[in-house]
């Protein structure tokens, strides 16, 4: 089942929150607003990390380690699943060399406090 | 919401089938009993690829290509979402210079014609 539009306003706003405030302004507190608070996230090149405290100190060292100045989140698709939603997407890196990196993701968003946030996050690199 | 015994049953019956059948003797038709039809995968150095038959392909070319022997997938957790299920698991793929590759992944699960299969599928290395 499709999302209405509404609600895919409301998990575009968070992700931009992860664009501008995460990414490009490296204001790694700001996850809290962006993934639920036992969230877990599986990055290439490390095993699963849980817990929003673990995932800003990933985004911390990932970000500065290899200096990335901006992120870009597409959403391919996004569906209600039950009390959840599974979200489809790709995402463009800007690093500061010039390169960019081209990666796609899923996302599973479930409802905490009120909010839309990432609670289960994987992605991988397209090449 | 964690799945009941029965049901966890079911599906480690199916991922047996992608480690046995589809991996280790490399009957890559098989796929058809592990996916859906219009399954999606979202391999790590590729973009998304949608369809049994592109995927099929897929895997045909990465066990060759890699030489892999073996798969073994180990689940994490799964829980119900709706009329689907998530599965976030570890993967080990066993190569024939006796290396091994650490995975992780996650996988919605849906039911097409009364059985269980992977609708989504993305993974990554752990190093």
Redesign the interface.
Known sequence: MTIPESLASALRSVNQTFETSVIKSRDFDSVDRVYTNNA?I???????IEGRGAIAEFWRQAVTGLNVLGATLTT?DAR?????I?E?GRAELQLANGQSVSL???V?WQREDGAWKWH?D??????
């Open positions: 877990r599986l990055p290439p090149g490390a095993d699963l391919v209600m699943m039950g009390e959840c599974l489809v796609k993701y899923v599973e289960t994987i992605w991988n690199t397209n090449s």
